[in-house]
């Protein structure tokens, strides 16, 4: 049996498409499609179930696959192990979430990129959740991190960390409360605090209300800036409350630059996930990187 065809036929079944499978083997779609229809022809049943989004394997197209991947896997560790002395080989591409990526990610993989004979080329992209996981789904990022978890057989996503979210402001905001007046039932003396926000839905702001005092904020937001490093320098600056990631805002709670308006007994969290396309971590410096951001994340819980 061609390995050429097996290749293309556990990529779609991953896939779940043959276009997303063409694009990430650099083929056209009829070249795809033909490559799966010769293979029917030679196992001698339908491997695929063909619908208006995408296909879905028939019980011998999973049975194929659960048994052909694993040895393609192993043949794609064998040729890129080959490949490995030479770094300039080498090129990781990494998407993220700006904040997340910048303050924790990167600098823990610059120390794979010395010169240490298993080096490798670092590149970076921002986006959304969404955007991270189309991306490395077409197969232009070698890792995603995203707090979605991605369903079907295509992507395979590792959970990396918790982070803690944390209501704060500056204390000019924070002498105006009351001690004790805060309670889980009443929030409503945070109604006249400024709002900031990184989207004018109030993500942050309502997934915290909605979890910590069981309503929805009545403020709108007043300063909305699609990046958290820029809504925790409004909040030193005083120009409101925000609700942020504890390890964003942890220099400035130190420093009193902001303060916690609220300690809830159980602080929301949200989950980070690793997301690979599933049998990359075949590559060495794909499996590299993936390791050493699970041990990196290891501290920052």
């Known amino acids: 049996m061609d390995l050429a065809l097996l290749r293309t036929f556990v990529t779609v079944h991953r896939a779940g498409s043959f276009t997303r499978a063409a694009a990430l083997l650099g083929l056209s779609q009829p070249a795809v499609t033909s490559q799966?229809?010769?293979?029917?022809?030679?196992?001698?049943?339908?491997?695929?179930?063909?619908?208006?989004?995408?296909?879905?394997?028939?019980?011998?197209?999973?049975?194929?696959?659960?048994?052909?991947?694993?040895?393609?896997?192993?043949?794609?560790?064998i040729a890129e192990s080959g490949l490995e002395e030479d770094s300039s080989l080498r090129s990781l591409h990494l998407a993220g979430p700006p904040e997340f990526t910048a303050e924790r990610a990167l600098p823990a993989l610059t120390e794979l990129t010395g010169e240490d004979g298993q080096s490798f080329a670092l590149r970076a992209s921002f986006g959304t959740a969404e955007e991270v996981l189309e991306g490395l789904a077409a197969g232009h990022h070698d890792l995603a991190i995203s707090t979605v978890r991605p369903r079907g057989a295509l992507l395979s996503a590792t959970a990396l960390c918790d982070e803690e979210h944390v209501l704060v402001a500056a204390p000019r905001w924070a002498e105006q409360i009351a001690p004790g007046t805060l309670r889980r039932s009443d929030p409503s003396v945070l109604e006249r605090i400024p709002v900031l926000e990184v989207h004018e839905s109030l993500p942050f702001v309502v997934r915290y209300w909605a979890s910590v005092f069981d309503s929805r904020p009545v403020s709108p937001g007043t300063v909305v800036v699609p990046d958290l490093r820029a809504v925790l320098a409004c909040a030193a600056a005083g120009a409101g409350l925000a609700v942020l990631p504890r390890y964003l805002c942890a220099g400035a709670l130190e420093r009193g630059e902001v303060v916690a308006l609220h300690e809830p007994a159980v602080p929301p969290l949200r989950t980070y996930f690793l997301t690979v396309r599933t049998g990359t971590l075949a590559m060495p410096h794909i499996a590299r990187a993936h390791e050493w951001l699970e041990r990196a994340a290891a501290r920052w819980c």
Do not use: M, W
């Open 36 to 77: 799966i229809r010769t293979l029917e022809r030679q196992v001698g049943r339908p491997l695929f179930l063909r619908q208006s989004r995408g296909v879905t394997p028939t019980t011998i197209g999973d049975e194929l696959a659960h048994k052909a991947a694993p040895h393609l896997d192993a043949l794609v560790e």
